[in-house]
């Protein structure tokens, strides 16, 4: 039976899209994980460290219904680290969350610390921003780490440059990330062949392994994302992202490389657009055909003070909520504007309680994954313009 079992699921993929409907460029799906489907175009909120900050998983999944979340390798592989969470069982029963997971490379953390790293052929060297101690990442370390995570999506270790990126740089960053993709692709295989995924699970039609996803870089510059691209699609991955965006370039330009790239991309496999944004970037991405979305906007931000609401952000340290009863978003159905008011929500704030950060954050993520629901639904029922219109229109009436 289990050598039958075997044989079956190495012919099985680890995920399957279902594409539902399309409006436009605009794509309703069904993403079908080990772990549950995820209805796309989907967003999956920030776990930094084990943990979406500011709540707690049984809301995430029973109030929110978040189907998929993100962990970051960088944070973890330095603390607690991996024996540790080896030890644990996996990072899903380490940190109770039963649901789909998918983990980053590490690649854009490191690439974040400027100055403190170092990066060669063989990866990059860099100081721990938890003790100072030196550490090495590479793209076979990165498949171990998130192999002993066990998570859903597995990102391939990359190399990200600004947005203002040179010709030159670009080109030679966008380079090595396709060597490091190759490299990437084959310690995944060695490591799901030797079952090093603490995730592993029996799942009806999927091989019960994780997927690998593919990044496309190449900075502004369109006929290098096109290369990284072609080099990606040739290696082959169950999904590809595009990366290296929202990091200090015009909105203008991240559109451009969206119209340019998007269209050329597998149209029967899932798009993920790292790292990005604010909820009109999310609705004007879906309707450039992009299908996953992860971004720490709204738990950032509900750590300080700062609503994203149908009407627009809503700064709730303004004075001008001192005594108003209504709830942050007359629009929204959590259970934070079913209960408390912006009056009360300024005083926690301004008296410096935690319960703020908690209540703010709850009503964001309630935003964001609202804000998708409807998209999905508008995209199914033929109404997507229609919603994409007067959701921007509303956006843009003002923050009250
Ligand atoms: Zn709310």
Redesign the pocket.
């Known amino acids: 039976m289990s050598t039958h079992q075997s044989t079956a699921s190495s012919t099985l993929p680890a995920l399957r899209f279902e594409h539902v409907a399309q409006q436009g460029e605009a794509r309703a799906g069904v993403l079908h994980t080990r772990r549950g489907p995820i209805e796309t175009p989907v967003f999956m909120p920030v776990g930094t460290a084990g943990t979406v900050k500011g709540i707690r998983f049984e809301q995430l999944e029973r109030e929110l219904d978040a189907r998929i979340i993100l962990g970051n390798t960088y944070h973890l592989w330095l603390r607690p680290g991996i024996e540790t969470i080896r030890a644990c069982g996996g990072l899903h029963r380490f940190i109770g969350w039963e649901r789909a997971m998918l983990t980053d490379s590490g690649g854009f953390q490191v690439w974040s610390l400027g100055a403190l790293r170092k990066i060669s052929e063989e990866g990059t060297e860099f100081r721990s921003h938890v003790d100072g101690s030196l550490q090495f990442l590479s793209p076979e370390v990165s498949m171990e780490v998130q192999a002993a995570l066990g998570s859903e999506i597995v990102m391939v270790f990359d190399e990200c440059v600004p947005g203002e990126a040179t010709y030159e740089e670009a080109q030679k960053s966008m380079q090595l990330t396709a060597r490091w993709a190759r490299r990437s692709r084959d310690t995944f295989d060695r490591l799901q062949a030797a079952r090093a995924d603490t995730g592993y699970v029996e799942a009806r039609n999927l091989s019960g392994s994780q997927a690998l996803f593919g990044i496309v870089q190449g900075a502004s510059h369109l006929d290098l994302r096109r290369a990284s691209l072609e080099q990606t699609v040739e290696i082959g991955f169950d999904g590809y992202a595009i990366g290296g965006l929202s990091v200090g370039e015009e909105k203008s330009v991240m559109f451009e490389v969206i119209d340019d790239v998007v269209p050329q991309m597998p149209p029967d496999q899932p798009r993920y657009l790292m790292g990005v944004g604010t909820p009109e970037d999310l609705v004007e991405a879906v309707a450039r055909g992009i299908d996953m979305f992860d971004c720490v906007l709204p738990t950032r931000n509900g750590r300080t003070g700062q609503a994203f609401t149908s009407r627009g952000k809503l700064n709730i340290k303004n004075a001008q909520w001192t005594r108003d009863t209504r ?3 007359d629009q ?1 159905g ?1 259970s ?2 079913q209960k408390h008011s912006r009056a009360y929500l300024r005083h926690l704030y301004l008296t410096g309680e935690m319960l703020a950060s908690i209540l703010i954050t709850h ?1 964001n993520l ?2 964001f994954l609202d804000t998708m629901r409807g998209v999905r639904q508008s995209i199914r029922s033929g109404e997507f313009p229609k919603f994409r219109r007067e959701f921007t229109e509303r956006l843009n009436t003002s923050g009250e």
Do not use: E, I, R, T
């Open positions: 709830p942050l978003d929204c959590c934070v504007c009503h309630a935003f």
